[in-house]
Each structure stands twice: as C-alpha cells, then as structure tokens.
C-alpha cells in the first residue's frame, strides 16, 4: 500500500533488539517497561512509525525480524518490548490476557467457551478494543492465513461522503 510507514530491520537494528531483549531476562515479560527496553537508533524509527499509527494510516510494518532464530519466549520478550516503544498494553480478553496467540490448537466454533483465534476458521472483520493492534507472525499457515485491514476512520469519512450525496454506495 502507498503511504504506508515501513519499519525494515537491518542487522544492526536486530543487534540493538537482541542486546534489549538480553538486558530484560531479570525481568518478567509483564514488568518490560519501554525504558527497560533500551534501543538506541530503533527508537527514533519507531517513533516514526508510532506517529504513522496514530495520525497517519492508521497502521504501520515492520518487517526483518529472523523470527527463525529465536524460541517462543525470546520472541514474546521481543513483540513486548517493541511494543511498549509503540503504545501501552491493555487486556485482550475478559481473562485479562495482555497477549493473544491466534494459533489452531484444534478447537472448533461450536464450542461457544473457546476463542475463535484458538480454531482454523476464518476471523471475520472486527474492532479490537484498543487504539493499536500488533501482529507478529512466527509461522506461515499452511493455508490461508492472510490478514486483512481496513480503517475505521476512512470507512467514516466514506460513510460520511454516502450521506452527503457526494458518493453512492
């Protein structure tokens, strides 16, 4: 898409990620705060991307990460800490997960009591309640598995537009 705010990981930034994640093993994932998370050049760029978020597109990429070369824990460190330099965690659920895994463990959805994102059918659109949402993919799906956005804000202006008369739906 034109416009959006790529964040592209060289191995220098990756370092600078590894030496963060490194200086945060005493702590639990939970208590990595974006100061204990210490980047040094990364930083500047996430701020870039963290202003595209909020008052650009609406979304942003980073991309580059080895994800191959870490364990699951590493990685959890990792998508915690990059994103306290984004926003601020807030519970993903009414168990009050700060972290969802969207991963087919073999539920299915006529069990009412299991999440959808624990299944291998297909998550319709919907509004998460928070202003920043971050993925980051470890696998690749064997099948399917994209994913799709689209932005509130300009879904508004269009439906806005629609009741003008100015466009017909």
Not at 21 to 27: D, E, I, K, Q
Not at 154 to 166: F, H, N, Q, V
Request: charged share 20%.
């Amino acid at each position: 898409v034109t416009g959006v705010q790529t964040c592209a990981l060289p191995i220098c930034d990756v370092a600078e990620i590894e030496a963060a994640v490194a200086a945060t093993r005493g702590l639990a994932i939970p208590e990595i705060g974006r100061d204990d998370f210490a980047l040094d050049r990364l930083t500047t760029r996430l701020g870039a991307l963290r202003a595209q978020i909020r008052s650009g597109l609406g979304f942003g990429y980073i991309k580059g990460l080895p994800v191959e070369r870490y364990d699951r824990e590493t990685l959890l460190r990792i998508y915690w800490g990059l994103c306290r330099h984004i926003g601020d965690p807030v519970t993903q659920n009414r168990n009050g997960h700060l972290v969802g895994h969207v991963i087919d463990v073999g539920d299915t959805v006529a069990d009412a009591s299991k999440r959808i994102t624990q299944t291998n059918a297909e998550l319709c659109f919907h509004a998460d309640s928070c202003d920043v949402v971050a993925l980051l993919c470890i696998d690749r799906a064997k099948s399917g598995g994209e994913s799709m956005i689209v932005s509130g804000v300009a879904l508004g202006a269009i439906y806005g537009l629609i009741a003008l008369g100015i466009v017909t739906a």
